[in-house]
């Protein structure tokens, strides 16, 4: 799958722009702050209908505009192409049309054009909360699972349900058993589908970090979570009492986490900023994979500020392993024309260099 063309109206710092891109790599150049980043958001945007931070969808609209359009033509390989457009008007409804149609529901898009992005906050999948581990989690695995999404949905909704119940003090056994039952059945389908993905994952995983670190250190990813030891409906039956008082629910898939370590301890506490990013990257290439076999699509890759923190041995690691037959199509940003030009003779095929201010994309020869 290659993204062929992007029309963008009003999307961050970009006024309106409209690019013939590369079906190989495409990398722009340009000062902090100019708008490349945003460019890669945008490609985000139209492949999977929500930005790549969390952030309220209204602030990716251009200050003092209304709306936002960003629209392209995907090239799906065997002569298929597919259109989409995607947009935000202020106090409206987000509208997403493919092939000129709107879906009966957003959650059809996903997984249509996958996409894996390697953006310079990722360190914090490793030293954040587990919340940000979990969105990874449900964000992949939806992109190759259809039903996933669906089954998260009900969870959740059964879980605000009987939050519900705990913070009115309810303290009918018989009707927390009757959402119990329904939000048991939804977590076991959850964390069946995550902990089938980290098993798979991981040793695609360890073998993409020794690749982009040189063999230097050992790392492994684990799934965390309470139902790998416990019946979930006993595990609520035992908590009610403590959750009553707390007004929350304290056990279930909503509480998993993954655990990230290196050569035996924990990444978060021992790594360094080049060993945490190489740590992430080796997790996104993973990814990658995972969802190129999963769904029999090559996703598009972004790497957004690539070449930050890291020496030059893992760069030219990391130039190597993005070179090989498996992957497609690449977009790259950086402050440094030399780095990009590196780039583009280290990597086979077909290229685009943009240079980038203001908003504005400039095709360099």
């Known amino acids: 799958m290659k993204l062929e063309n992007i029309d963008i109206l009003n999307f961050k710092n970009i006024a309106e722009v409209s690019l013939e891109l590369s079906g190989g790599v495409n990398c722009f150049v340009g000062s902090n702050g100019m708008g490349k980043s945003n460019l890669l958001e945008g490609v985000h945007f139209l492949s999977l209908a929500r930005p790549m931070q969390s952030m309220p969808e209204s602030g990716l609209i251009r200050h003092g505009e209304e709306m936002l359009l960003v629209k392209g033509r995907y090239d799906m390989g065997d002569d298929r192409r597919e259109e989409v457009s995607i947009g935000i008007t202020r106090g409206k409804a987000k509208k997403l049309l493919r092939n000129g149609k709107e879906y009966g529901r957003l959650s059809e898009h996903i997984g249509r054009f996958p996409i894996v992005a390697v953006t310079p906050s990722d360190p914090g999948l490793v030293t954040g909360a587990g919340e940000v581990r979990r969105k ?99 595990l609520l039956d035992r908590t009610r009492v403590k959750d009553t008082v707390l007004g929350f629910t304290t056990q279930g898939v909503h509480r998993d986490d993954l655990r990230m370590q ?19 990257i080796a997790l996104r290439l993973a990814i990658f994979d995972y969802v190129r076999r999963t769904t029999g699509i090559t996703p598009i890759l972004l790497l957004d500020d690539i070449f930050d923190k ?23 940003t950086d402050t440094n024309r030399e780095h990009l030009d590196e780039t583009i003779a280290a990597l086979s095929g077909d290229s685009r260099l943009f240079a980038v201010a203001d908003g504005n994309f400039t095709p360099i020869s």
């Open 136 to 234: 990874l989690l449900d964000v992949v695995i939806s992109q190759t699972d259809r039903s996933y999404l669906g089954r998260l949905i009900r969870y959740n909704r059964g879980l605000e349900s009987r939050n519900r119940m705990l913070r009115a003090g309810v303290r009918d056994k018989l009707l927390y058993e009757s959402i119990e039952a329904g939000l048991a059945e939804s977590a076991a389908e959850v964390f069946k589908a995550r902990k089938e993905w980290t098993r798979d994952i991981t040793p695609v995983f360890n073998e993409y970090y020794a690749a982009v670190a040189g063999g230097r250190e050992a790392v492994a990813l684990e799934y965390d979570s309470a139902l790998a030891d416990n019946d979930y409906r006993e």
């Open 262 to 280: 290196m050569n035996g301890y924990s990444l978060r506490r021992t790594g360094s900023q080049g060993q945490l990013k190489s740590y992430v």
């Open 310 to 332: 890291l020496d030059s041995g893992r760069v030219a690691n990391i130039m190597q392993v993005v070179s090989g037959s498996g992957f497609g199509q690449i977009f790259i």
